[in-house]
């Protein structure tokens, strides 16, 4: 019963979402009044450096690239060198901000890694596509647990990520939300109030968005996961996937995510 009204809570929050980015409400959040310069970091080695601002928040979304073969050499994980690095940021807030969002039982067999951008649109193909048919025949059966990690292209993105980072808990209803409704508010004259209204819908006031964006300690620890990703683990564009550590670039069809997170239970059997 309570998975049942989790799933009608989840569902309110990301239709809710939808129209607020559609039709943000000016009321709360400050105008964006002037048009910014262009700050887009479109590859791995071009990282967001500087302050996020509201005046900042005008990146174009970035696609990935195109699918590529899946490497099936499993791919060290440097968890532990970047929680130390993120540690040293000397913010508890942070780390926690920081930790690992997933859905699934930390139990899973198998573990299934995603880095994303918020404003790429295969990115938001694979979770409004792909995710739920991979959530009900994996997630919610107990085989497989699904990490998701921060890879934003741009400050539009970098800025969303943040917010969704601030969110706390939250965090995963956030991202989806801002999935769905990707096409509206990346696009929006307005990035800031429309951003501000969807995380509003998670409890966030406009002070809370502003005092986000202005966490340097945070920023800088996402800068730290991309620099990983792209540095040791050879992620170049989003999405791109972990599954028990082989590395599966780009948005895949669901039947082959399907063929791949079977091979990989069958190898824990």
Sequence with gaps: MS??????????????????AITPDSGDAPAQNEVVKEKSAESADAPVTT???????????VASSTPEAVE????????????????SLGSLNVKEMMADKAIGSADAPVTMIEYSS???????????????????????TGKVRVVFK??????????????????????????????????????SDTPFD??????????????????CLDNEPLLRALQVVAKDASEN?????????????????????????????NKALAKKQ
């Design 3 to 20: 998975k049942y009204l989790l799933g009608i809570g989840f569902s309110i929050f990301v239709i809710l979402a939808i129209v607020y």
């Design 233 to 261: 683990l050879g992620v170049e564009s989003t999405p791109t996937f972990f599954i028990e550590g082989v590395k599966v670039p780009g948005n895949l069809p669901y039947g082959d995510f399907k063929d791949l997170l």
């Design 194 to 211: 429309a951003i501000a209204g969807i995380a509003r819908l998670s409890g966030m006031s406009i002070d809370d968005v502003e005092n």
């Design 72 to 87: 099936e050499k499993p791919v060290a994980s440097t968890d532990t060198s970047v929680t130390k690095e993120i540690t």
């Design 118 to 140: 918020l404003t790429c649109p295969h990115c938001a193909n694979f979770h409004t596509d792909i995710l739920p048919s991979i959530k009900k025949d994996f997630v919610d």
């Design 150 to 187: 921060d890879f934003p292209f741009g400050n539009l993105a970098m800025a969303a990520t943040m917010i969704a980072r601030c969110s706390g808990r939250n965090y995963v209803p956030m991202i989806e939300a801002l999935f769905q409704s990707q096409a509206t508010w990346s696009h």
């Design 51 to 61: 302050k996020i601002t509201k005046e900042e928040l005008a990146g174009k979304p």
